[in-house]
């Protein structure tokens, strides 16, 4: 892979060896792989560097279509690489049936507690998923699931964005390289509508519809008995055109749908987030800070750390503590405490002794109380 990191900027060949250097620091690990553009690329890195002692394990549910497993199983066989598939079933969680804001905490905690009990039979130290840095930016609750069962996220711990994820695996030949971004079903429904395996066939067949017919980056979100089309908008003449048109109605009709739209906005990422009455961005930030704040708080507890994970330990304090000094975690306090904030978000990261707690971890591990608490809240 020496050649083709060559082609690289010299800033991602650096996140690539920092990928690479931390991947060898956990010595085995299981990768979350659903065999997209991100989990694919760590899931191939980690093979590379920890060879039999990277293992992919793939969760299927009815919110994750055929052609993604088997194009997983494709990917790994093709590669010399061990995959376990596990069956799931987060629709046994309400809150996740009822597609709550947070359906995705629900889900990320079902599967990731099975590939952290395969991970153990196997052997393997540590679990991991394949998140990257442009995630933080949208309303992610299943990253809060993440940082409670300890799973890692190594393409953010390198610092690694979408954009270059495509452009190493592409330097990599990686066939995922330019594959559409996806998200499972359980995203294409309306906050608070139920959802049920039925709902799940009838959008994968529609969606399915679709990606026969050439639209390749696609999303069928479902209000009830409602289909609403989301494609690229150089799409949509394609798609509004007559045939074509006619044919999805069509289709969609012997599906289930009695009503069929095109989004004249055309295909954007997280679109139902915006029924969201609070703001996804702050809910996001609150919550990446909680779960900076777990993670600092489990590594104070370990009885020793690596030289490079004490580093890391210094460099997450100090990024907690320019958020507590910050007109952002003012903002965030004063909207907790005037009750405008969803009740079931973790309240650590807003309590007022919050960082001072890990403060108080950090100097007594240094065994120097005469530290002084370097904030004024």
């Known amino acids: 892979?020496?050649?083709e990191n060559e082609s690289l900027p010299e800033e991602v060949r650096n996140k690539l060896n920092a990928l690479k250097e931390y991947?060898?620091?956990?010595?085995s690990l299981a990768v979350g792989f659903s065999g997209g553009v991100d989990s694919s690329l760590l899931l191939v890195i980690a093979h590379e560097v920890l060879g039999d002692r990277a293992l992919a394990v793939t969760a299927v549910d009815a919110s994750f279509p055929v052609r993604e497993l088997k194009e997983a199983k494709d990917f790994c066989e093709e590669r010399g690489i061990r995959q376990v598939i596990c069956t799931v079933d987060p629709l046994k969680e309400e809150s996740y049936r009822n597609n709550s804001p947070d359906r995705c905490y629900f889900c990320k905690r079902t599967i990731f507690t099975e590939i952290r009990r395969i991970a153990a039979e196997n052997g393997i130290d540590y679990a991991a998923e394949g998140s990257n840095m442009d995630d933080l930016g949208d309303y992610r609750p299943g990253l809060r699931a993440v940082a409670e069962l300890a799973v890692t996220s190594p393409l953010r711990e390198a610092g690694l964005k979408k954009a270059e994820i495509r452009q190493i695996s592409k330097a990599l030949?990686?066939?995922t390289w330019s594959k559409p971004a996806y998200a499972c079903l359980a995203s294409r429904f309306v906050y608070g509508e139920e959802i049920t395996e039925e709902k799940l066939k009838m959008i994968d067949r529609a969606e399915q519809f679709l990606i026969e017919h050439g639209f390749t980056e696609e999303r069928v979100r479902m209000h009830g008995n409602l289909a609403r089309i989301e494609v690229p908008p150089a799409d949509i003449p394609r798609?509004?055109?007559d045939g074509i048109r006619e044919a999805v109605w069509e289709e969609f009709k012997k599906i289930g749908f009695l009503f069929v739209t095109l989004d004249l906005k055309g295909y954007r990422m997280g679109s139902m987030n915006a029924t969201i009455k609070e703001k996804p961005d702050q809910l996001q930030r609150i919550?990446?800070?909680?779960?900076?704040?777990?993670n600092v708080q489990q590594?104070?507890?370990?009885?020793?750390?690596p030289v490079h994970l004490q580093e890391a330990l210094e460099e997450k304090i100090r990024e907690?503590?320019?958020y507590y000094v910050s007109d952002l975690w003012k903002q965030d306090f004063a909207d907790e405490e005037a009750g405008?904030?969803?009740?079931?978000?973790?309240?650590g990261v807003l309590s007022e002794d919050g960082i001072y707690n890990v403060l108080d971890l950090f100097n007594e591990r240094q065994q120097d109380h005469s530290v002084e608490n370097p904030l004024n809240i």
């Open 287 to 294: 919550r990446h800070y909680e779960e900076l704040l777990q």
């Open 299 to 305: 590594m104070l507890q370990a009885e020793e750390l």
């Open 340 to 347: 405008l904030l969803p009740k079931d978000l973790p309240r």
């Open 320 to 322: 907690l503590e320019e």
């Open 23 to 27: 991947l060898r620091s956990l010595g």
């Open 1 to 3: 892979m020496c050649k």
């Open 239 to 241: 798609l509004a055109a």
């Open 173 to 175: 030949g990686l066939p």
